[in-house]
């Protein structure tokens, strides 16, 4: 069965499609607020770990680092790029050359001067660090200063996905005379909308921001303040939106009952993928795992649609593909690929000669302990001898990306079409443990890196096709992302993160 796409656009990435010359403006989602002022409260699932513009995050992390850094580009809920620190922007005909315009009435809260030295020296400073997204600058080769006012990021290659990275991470500015003092981390200087009140802030508990009086588009931000309030339980959470300590907060479906009976507003957004990783398509652990037919196999194995009904209340829409439903990559017809058939997938294993099935040891993660006890269940079912093997919480990302097990069970948060593609496809991908590849895959790759415009889509859409064919990975659904507000606060979900971005609230008209 095809499955909707919710309604969502696809993210145009051909800088041709911009206008160089448009002005930055007031963010749209909160073009429907007439009030203005007070305080917006956010209960946070995490806590804040740094705000060295380094280590900045996708994900519920970036709340804590929006309001004190503006980025160099802007990204609405409509996933699109407009001007915002740059006040233009412009690729070369071979998408190799990134001119940035940049603004001339901005400074950072330290009073040093926004300029084109500062933009070069925060590209630097986070593409040389140690932050996990360093990897989104990988494609930047030189930073020219041409003047005061314009930079040129010079490319080894094209890179689709720049543009959305310059909006958020990447392009997050810090003040340069901060960069290499190692404050950061814990006191954040940038030229954003809000500054970090220290005095107000208690680490842990609550971070209290206030405006910056300086800010140069304060229109775009309506609230006077911002307190992020880290809370990781859910019940705190939701009580703490009932008794009005918070506006909002993320949930999830089990919690929707109660917070509509308790005249909360339920926001849904197509949100991360879950299901089976594949990762030793070599079998250089698991050898049955090299014979795309068994890989098949575990992706006709296991009933997804009924994962998504029984654990997550059916909040969510089945797919095959890592590629997020907002995405270019995105083929709904793609997800008729492999329905639940526990007989093909016996059918496939004796095929590939594994007609006894095949020893597999999975882990155990917390928080997926549900899903992969249907999941070990189900492959034992079709044969395979399945052990588990606990895996805490801390330890997670880093057994996981050590390559120790051939297949897990996991949540991915997909975005932008090259952002996944070079963090899980790629031979240098961080999520491809195993340095897998295929040439018929590198080409994929290559044609989809350096396609513009319709032809883009079609690429990526030729590269979606080749890894479900393949079976690099066996997903089962992409769950919503559940966010709950109170009766005064006005919320855009955003596509393509887990929670909103500072600049979709508005208090309620």
């Not at 992706?299 to 089945?318: M, P, T, V, W």
């Not at 963090?423 to 396609?451: C, F, G, V, Y």
């Amino acid at each position: 069965m095809k499955r909707s796409i919710l309604g969502l656009g696809a993210l145009v990435v051909a800088a041709s499609l911009m206008l160089a010359g448009c002005s930055a403006g007031s963010p749209a989602s909160t073009d429907s607020a007439t009030s203005t002022g007070g305080t917006l409260t956010l209960g946070a699932t995490v806590d804040a770990t740094s705000w060295d513009t380094a280590d900045a995050e996708f994900g519920n992390r970036l709340q804590y680092m929006q309001p004190v850094y503006d980025s160099l580009l802007h990204i609405d809920s409509e996933l699109e790029i407009t001007p915002w620190l740059a006040s233009a922007f412009s690729y070369n005909d071979d998408n190799t050359r990134l001119t940035l315009t940049l603004r001339d009435d901005v400074s950072f809260t330290d009073g040093e001067a926004f300029d084109a030295d500062a933009v070069k020296a925060n590209l630097e400073h986070f593409a040389t660090g140690t932050g996990q997204n360093s990897i989104t600058l990988a494609s930047v080769s030189s930073i020219e200063v041409t003047n005061p006012t314009e930079v040129v990021l010079v490319l080894s290659a094209p890179d689709p996905a720049l543009l959305r990275n310059l909006a958020l991470v990447s392009g997050m500015m810090a003040s340069p005379a901060e960069l290499t003092t190692g404050s950061l981390k814990t006191t954040p200087v940038g030229s954003g909308p809000y500054v970090l009140d220290t005095a107000a802030t208690v680490t842990g508990s609550q971070y209290t921001y206030t405006r910056n009086a300086d800010y140069w588009n304060a229109d775009a931000f309506p609230y006077d303040s911002i307190v992020i309030k880290p809370l990781s339980d859910l019940t705190a959470r939701l009580n703490a939106l009932k008794a009005g300590e918070i506006d909002a907060a993320s949930a999830d479906a089990k919690s929707m009952a109660e917070a509509q009976a308790s005249g909360l507003t339920v926001g849904k957004m197509l949100g991360d993928w879950q299901g089976l990783f594949i990762v030793d398509r070599a079998g250089a652990k698991v050898p049955a795992l090299a014979d795309e037919r068994v890989r098949q196999a575990l992706n006709y194995a296991i009933d997804g649609d009924a994962i998504l009904k029984s654990i997550r209340l059916g909040e969510g829409e089945s797919t095959t593909q890592i590629f997020n439903p907002s995405s270019q990559a995105y083929d709904a017809s793609l997800d008729d690929a492999y329905p639940y058939d526990p007989e093909k997938a016996k059918e496939l294993l004796a095929e590939a000669g594994y007609a006894d099935g095949f020893d597999l040891v999975l882990p155990d993660l917390a928080g997926f302990s549900d899903v992969t006890t249907i999941t070990v269940q189900s492959l034992k079912d079709i044969g395979i001898r399945v052990t588990t093997e606990p895996v805490s919480a801390d330890q997670t990302i880093s057994r996981l990306i050590s390559g120790e097990f051939p297949v897990f069970v996991f949540s991915w948060g997909s975005s932008n079409s090259w952002q996944d593609t070079i963090k899980l496809l790629t031979p240098t991908a961080p999520w491809n443990m195993m340095k897998n590849r295929d040439p018929e895959l590198d080409s994929l790759i290559a044609a989809a890196q350096t396609a513009t415009g319709s032809d883009a889509d079609t690429a990526f859409q030729k590269l979606s096709a080749f890894v479900v064919d393949q079976a690099w990975f066996a997903p089962w659904y992409v769950q919503n992302n559940i966010y709950l507000s109170s009766a005064k606060t006005t919320v855009t979900m955003q596509p393509q993160n887990v929670v909103p971005y500072i600049w979709n609230y508005a208090p309620a008209s």
